[in-house]
């Protein structure tokens, strides 16, 4: 398994406001994905960050919305545009063993949309 | 697309009781993989089932692969507190070869002590 920071852990931001998450392994990975949670749900694939390419998104997820930046193996951000309080939700990075299905979670970015 | 349904919703346990939980599909999957996910954290990989019929421990976790493959279960012994948590299961998405994963919407358990 690979070690996965993100940063923020949490944040409290104005709806209109704009907020970058950033996510790192402590190893070079292939695969890594973006997921959102809202209270009480369960995870919602945001959309997969290619390295080098631009991200694939899900049905009902847009890039002007949720810009996501792979720049190497090892780091990617995702960004939540113009927040509003619809927004507030735990947003989750992950990195995939593609051979075994097995995907490993950060910790989580806990935003707070007022 | 793919739907993964879990019960219980929820669960209010004794320590020390046993506990199953399941999770259910309308298609056949190749994989099954169970997590657990603390209050304010990520969710962490448990076990993970390839095989028909595979019976896979962890500890006191035990999970097994249906062998319709439309189902998973997991079964968790002598519970203790440091249990409770929210347990989903995942499973490839459809149309897999992109290695996306379905989740369920998860099983909340509370262990009294």
């Known amino acids: 398994s690979a070690v996965i920071s993100q940063k923020p852990s949490r944040d409290i931001c104005q709806r209109g406001t704009s907020l970058t998450i950033q996510c790192q392994v402590d190893?070079?990975?292939?695969?890594m994905f973006w997921y959102r949670q809202q209270p009480g749900q369960s995870l919602t694939l945001i959309a997969t960050?290619?390295?080098?390419?631009?991200?694939?998104?899900e049905s009902g997820f847009v890039i002007d919305k949720f810009p996501i930046s792979r720049p190497n193996l090892t780091f990617s951000t995702l960004t939540v545009s113009n927040m509003s309080p619809e927004d507030s939700s735990i947003y989750l990075c992950?990195?995939?063993?593609?051979?075994?299905?097995?995907?490993?979670f950060g910790p989580g970015t806990r935003l707070t949309v007022t | 697309g793919q739907q993964l349904n879990q019960s219980p919703q929820s669960m209010f346990i004794q320590e020390g009781e046993d506990v199953s939980m399941n999770c259910t599909s309308s298609s056949i999957f190749n994989t099954w993989l169970w997590y657990k996910q603390d209050p304010g954290e990520g969710p962490v990989l448990l076990i993970a089932?390839?095989?028909?019929?595979e019976l896979t421990s962890n500890g006191r976790l035990t999970a097994q692969f249906g062998i319709t493959r439309k189902d998973s279960f997991l079964n968790i012994s002598a519970s203790i507190p440091s249990d409770v948590g929210i347990y989903f299961c995942a499973g490839p998405n459809s149309g897999g070869s992109n290695y996306k994963l379905t989740f369920g919407k998860g099983t909340l358990l509370t262990v009294n002590p």
């Open positions: 190893s070079q990975v292939t695969m």
């Open positions: 960050a290619n390295q080098g390419s631009e991200a694939t998104y």
């Open positions: 089932l390839y095989k028909a019929g």
């Open positions: 992950s990195v995939g063993l593609p051979q075994l299905w097995k995907q490993y």
